[in-house]
T-cell receptor
Framework: AQSVTQLGSHVSVSEGALVLLRCNYS??????LFWYVQYPNQGLQLLLK??????LVKGINGFEAEFKKSETSFHLTKPSAHMSDAAEYFC??????????FGTGTRLKVLA | EADIYQTPRYLVIGTGKKITLECSQT?????MYWYQQDPGMELHLIHY???????EKGDLSSESTVSRIRTEHFPLTLESARPSHTSQYLC?????????????FGEGSRLTVL
């Protein structure tokens, strides 16, 4: 069975600092992994996804994530936080045809 | 921007009322989903559809029902709302096949049952 664990329900960083949001997964099959972002009063939007191939995946708004099979991790990073990055971020794993398992989310706060 | 729309965005109703949350997409996606979202919790799948006249219950038990008579339309209905139904409901559709398709989400319908 597939599962996702996001470490840290709230993360605060200063503007310009590194953003690191952690995601660990469990999957009995090769995983397909996703990061979504949710801005206040909006739906979720895909940031990036890993399916196969290159383990470092680049997404929108300067975010990237690295798939590490040995650590069962898919952490999301951005070198320099911007105020507009304040949002909630969800990690997800594909759990079979047409089904996805989401983590509990990490709320990112960016301090001026 | 994704072309998937939910109405109403916000709804406050009394216990026992029947409500329908509307969801429409203009992307021609076969696969559509309803998720329930509560603060600090993972998104829970409550219904999904592979196409017209195909609907399945998700992992989270729900007293709601859905229908899929047209590709673009996937409404969710609660016959008799209760305070325990208070939540945010997110509709989504998928463009891909199998395991790797991106989900496109609507902006959500926040339901409060008094």
């Amino acid at each position: 069975a597939q599962s996702v664990t996001q470490l840290g329900s709230h993360v605060s960083v200063s503007e310009g600092a590194l953003v690191l949001l952690r995601c660990n997964y469990s999957s009995s099959v090769p995983p397909y992994l996703f990061w979504y972002v949710q801005y206040p009063n909006q739906g979720l939007q895909l940031l990036l996804k890993y399916t196969t191939g290159a383990t470092l995946v680049k997404g929108i708004n300067g975010f990237e994530a690295e798939f590490k099979k040995s650590e069962t991790s898919f952490h999301l990073t951005k070198p320099s936080a911007h105020m507009s990055d304040a949002a909630e971020y969800f990690c997800a794993v594909s759990a079979g045809t047409y089904k996805y398992i989401f983590g509990t989310g990490t709320r990112l706060k960016v301090l001026a | 921007e994704a072309d998937i729309y939910q109405t109403p965005r916000y709804l406050v109703i009394g216990t026992g009322k029947k409500i329908t949350l509307e969801c429409s997409q203009t992307m021609g996606h076969d696969k559509m989903y309803w998720y329930q979202q509560d603060p600090g919790m993972e998104l829970h799948l409550i219904h999904y559809s592979y196409g017209v006249n195909s609907t399945e219950k998700g992992d989270l038990s729900s007293e709601s029902t859905v229908s899929r008579i047209r590709t673009e339309h996937f409404p969710l209905t609660l016959e008799s709302a209760r305070p325990s139904h208070t939540s945010q409901y997110l509709c989504a559709s998928s463009d891909g096949t199998g395991y790797t398709g991106e989900l496109f989400f609507g902006e959500g319908s926040r339901l409060t049952v008094l």
